[in-house]
């Protein structure tokens, strides 16, 4: 999938500012459509209600540790799903532990960022996704 401005990101996490903070950073790189939501519970229904109006999300953006619906529990539903199994997923997480890394690349993610971390760094990951 190309990387394009408008491209629409859905941005998780359960911390207001950490949401501002990512939006804030997508916004540098270059791009303009972007969502928030709280939680993956709160995520789940706004990703399908976007595919059934026909403006599905093209890209995830999601802290891990939330307090109804983690990113991982979100990923493990979205990769579960025919429909979803291949949507680009950056997972953010404060746990640098490398478990956890190698828990979220069998569930699927397409990358993984640990905080804190730059635009630049956010960037490159990006990049890496749909570079592939």
């Known amino acids: 999938m190309a990387l394009k401005a408008n491209m629409k ?4 996490d359960d911390m207001a500012t950490m949401r501002k903070i990512i939006k804030n950073m997508l ?3 270059g791009f303009t459509n972007i969502d928030e939501a709280d939680d993956g519970a709160t995520a789940l229904p706004m990703i399908e209600g976007a595919t059934a109006s026909g403006e ?6 999601s802290d891990w540790n939330m307090p109804q619906m ?6 493990k539903t979205l990769r ?3 429909q979803y199994k291949a949507l680009p997923f950056l997972m953010i997480t404060a ?5 956890n890394v190698v828990i979220a690349v069998k569930a699927g993610v397409s990358n993984f960022i640990v905080k804190p971390f730059s635009a ?3 960037k490159e990951k990006i990049d890496k996704i749909f570079n592939k």
């Open 56 to 61: 599905p999300y093209e890209f995830i953006v």
């Open 120 to 122: 630049q760094v956010l």
């Open 95 to 99: 746990e640098a532990e490398q478990g």
């Open 70 to 75: 983690t990113g991982l529990e979100l990923l």
């Open 9 to 12: 990101i859905l941005v998780i």
């Open 27 to 29: 916004g540098q790189i």
């Open 80 to 82: 579960a799903s025919d």
